[in-house]
């Protein structure tokens, strides 16, 4: 499984970090400071609670 945040959507509202910071980590800005990337073996809910967490949709856990 991969988790993709588009930057685009983005608008910083920090659920995802709030829901799992290891795997959500934001910029220096505040916003996501992910694009693309490898969800570790084991957390593959985390990721999926992270991107439903988002108001804005911005990311897709495929
Ligand atoms: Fe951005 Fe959504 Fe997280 S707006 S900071 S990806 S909750």
């Known amino acids: 499984m991969k988790i993709a945040v588009n930057q685009d959507k983005c608008s910083g509202h920090a659920r995802c970090y709030a829901a799992d910071a290891e795997l959500f980590p934001l910029d220096d800005l505040g916003y996501s400071a992910v694009t693309e990337e490898e969800v570790p073996a084991g957390a593959e809910d ?14 897709a856990a495929i």
């Open 46 to 59: 985390r990721a999926r609670a992270g991107a439903a967490s988002c108001p804005e949709r911005a990311i």
